[in-house]
């Protein structure tokens, strides 16, 4: 009699995404929030990556690429593909471009702080480029759009107060695999979707060796552990635990980085404590 062969156990993927109605939506989305600011132009850093190149589609389709303005801002460290990458997305859409050199702002802080190591200096660039897109946006009179997504947010792999800091953003609720999904849909430019993510804060950085997983695993992780799966039910579904524990571990010690400062109270109309409006339920 053979022995009875068990299946090979499938791990669960990332979610879709209907890309045709998600980008119905966003559109939407962006030409309503707009109205309501009583604003016509945006204003986004354009980095090279697929975020930044899905957010300026999106953008050009809701506005027309006239009433978008994009923003490179190299460091003396950037790699020279970042700018070129983010070119093929100004000639794609026929939006607007200026790049701005954050070199000489970002070194002259690090001058008093010589021996801060990458994540600090890191996080200096990225505030400096939110200070660009900020004054950019007096300069325009254009909202600044944020292209942070999903994955990024829950994983705390971002600036506080530099990617987060953008008063909309269309895809913070898609996980980066659906942001790939979505940048095929949209036509980005194959060398934005195929390449390797990275912050371009230093040299051969990658995200996926920073965050020592891959997106699509921790994707389908995440998107787990948002439906109210323990770590147990993770594990018995393929995952290996020190994926789960990674991410949990990301997740729950990130918390903090997705909300508004915390502020004592001391009165009963505390602001985003008593003083909310509907949309902020």
């Not at 050009?60 to 460290?77: E, S, W």
Request: aromatic share 8%; proline share 6%.
């Amino acid at each position: 009699m053979l022995p009875i062969v068990e299946p090979a156990r499938q791990i669960p993927g990332p979610p879709g995404i209907d890309p045709a109605v998600a980008t119905e939506w966003l559109v939407a989305f962006l030409r309503d929030e707009l109205v309501v600011r009583r604003q016509t132009r945006a204003v986004l850093g354009l980095s090279g990556g697929v975020d930044s190149a899905v957010t300026a589609f999106l953008c050009a389709r809701a506005l027309g690429p006239d009433n978008v303005y994009a923003i490179r801002m190299p460091y003396k460290t950037s790699q020279a593909s970042s700018l070129a990458d983010a070119a093929l997305v100004v000639e794609a859409l026929g939006i607007h471009c200026a790049t701005i050199d954050i070199s000489a702002a970002v070194d002259g802080y690090l001058q008093y702080e010589p021996n801060a190591d990458a994540r600090r200096r890191g996080n200096v660039m990225a505030r400096t480029r939110m200070v660009v897109l900020f004054d950019q946006s007096a300069k325009l009179d254009a909202l600044p759009i944020g292209t942070g997504n999903k994955t990024e947010r829950l994983l705390g792999y971002f600036t506080w107060h530099a990617d987060d800091t953008p008063p909309l953003n269309p895809i913070g609720d898609l996980l980066k695999c659906q942001v790939w999904e979505l940048a095929r849909y949209l036509g980005v430019p194959g060398r934005l979707i195929d390449k390797a993510p990275t912050a371009d804060l230093e040299a051969d950085q990658t995200d996926e060796a920073d965050l020592g997983i891959s997106y699509r695993d921790a994707d389908a992780i995440l998107n787990l552990i948002l439906l109210g799966y323990s770590d147990a039910q993770l594990v018995e579904r393929g995952f290996s635990p020190q994926q789960v524990a990674l991410v949990r571990r990301r997740v729950d010690g990130t918390h903090w980085k997705r909300h508004l400062p915390t502020t004592a109270m001391l009165t009963g109309t505390a602001i985003n404590e008593f003083y909310l409006r509907p949309v902020d339920f």
